[in-house]
């Protein structure tokens, strides 16, 4: 196993958010999907869980989407398996599930297979364990193949070749403000390379932090990690609602780039934190991404992937433009 859920371990007086998370895209871009599962625990109540289900579709009006919360007999994390929530399990290399609603009904049954080595987008275990910061994040998966189906509605989808990755994150609270971004299948280069970026900015002794980004960039058979605390003056963000322009710089490497897409391919969430406000989550998983990439020694170059690029801004604003979906969280 590459992970392990963590809300097991939680103590009852303890808030705690979970997400396990899928985003996989068809070659070529354009089709899209994004499956998750959460746990939400407030202090000293039994923990909620909920299934969300994202397609996406450049060609029509909008995406479809649907979420459906359960309650704490619908969600445990077998010794071989990275979590169950009520029809839908993951595991290693396997992810099968199904989630019905009045507005849409998914299933889902998938393989999938990565050769590459989780991405820690903490640069130190301990970070894992200690109190700050509240949300941690990984990518057990971070460029994973996938084979299998999808029916949406009465629509079946064969997925072949798909490529995408599974996320982990939990913690005891959001960060204040963030962006992830991640990309894979660049035109004209090795399938294996990938981009997978996760900034935040968070509130300590009430007072909001500067960027802090974690980033890695495999190209050409090589990991160049990101970011991190002692790149924080050099991290540059820039982010709108369906937008973001960005710059992080590491050993020897410095990657800026932007990601954009259409307002309409846009799906709008409610996270909410186990204490404390919500925020309003905007993703999209067919977004454009283009990379320009400076390495000691090598000239610099352009990556691009079109409408197959994954695009999350997490925000207390409201006034963002994208119709929220009707589902409260927690």
């Not at 949300?135 to 009465?154: C, Q």
């Not at 963000?237 to 800026?256: D, H, M, Q, Y």
């Not at 934190?273 to 400076?294: A, K, M, W």
Request: proline share 6%.
């Amino acid at each position: 196993m590459r992970t392990e859920a963590r809300f097991p371990e939680v103590a009852e007086k303890a808030g705690h958010y979970e997400s396990f998370y899928l985003k996989l895209t068809q070659p070529g871009g354009g089709k899209g999907a994004w499956i998750r599962h959460t746990v939400h625990k407030r202090p000293k109540e039994p923990a909620t869980c909920a299934l969300w289900f994202v397609l996406f579709e450049s060609q029509a009006a909008g995406p479809r989407a649907t979420k459906r919360q359960f309650g704490a007999d619908e969600l445990d994390a077998a010794p071989d398996s990275n979590i169950r929530v009520a029809d839908a399990t993951l595991t290693d290399g396997r992810a099968i599930g199904r989630v019905a609603t009045d507005v849409l009904e998914a299933k889902w049954d998938l393989s999938f297979s990565d050769t590459h080595e989780p991405f820690h987008h903490l640069p130190r275990d301990f970070l894992y364990r200690a109190k700050l910061p509240k949300t941690k994040f990984l990518s057990p998966y971070p460029d994973a193949t996938f084979n299998g189906h999808l029916e949406v509605g009465r629509e079946r989808i064969a997925v072949e070749g798909w490529r995408g990755m599974i996320g982990h994150n939990w913690g005891a609270e959001h960060a204040e403000r963030w962006v992830w971004i991640q990309g894979s299948g660049f035109d004209g280069r090795s399938p294996e390379d990938y981009f997978d970026m996760a900034v935040g900015r968070i509130k300590i002794a009430g007072r909001t932090t500067p960027w802090v980004g974690n980033g890695m960039l495999f190209l050409d058979g090589k990991p160049h990690r990101l970011g991190g605390f002692s790149h924080v003056p050099s991290t540059e963000v820039s982010e709108e609602p369906t937008a973001a322009r960005f710059e992080l710089k590491g050993k020897g490497v410095k990657v800026s780039g932007n990601v954009r897409a259409s307002a309409k391919d846009f799906v709008a969430w409610i996270y909410a934190d186990p204490v404390g406000p919500e925020h309003n989550t905007l993703n999209c998983s067919i977004s454009d991404l283009d990379l320009q990439v400076e390495l000691d020694g090598r000239p610099a170059e352009t990556l691009s992937v079109s409408g197959a690029a994954a695009y999350e801004v997490g925000m207390r604003d409201t006034g963002h433009g994208i119709a929220i979906q009707p589902y409260p969280d927690g």
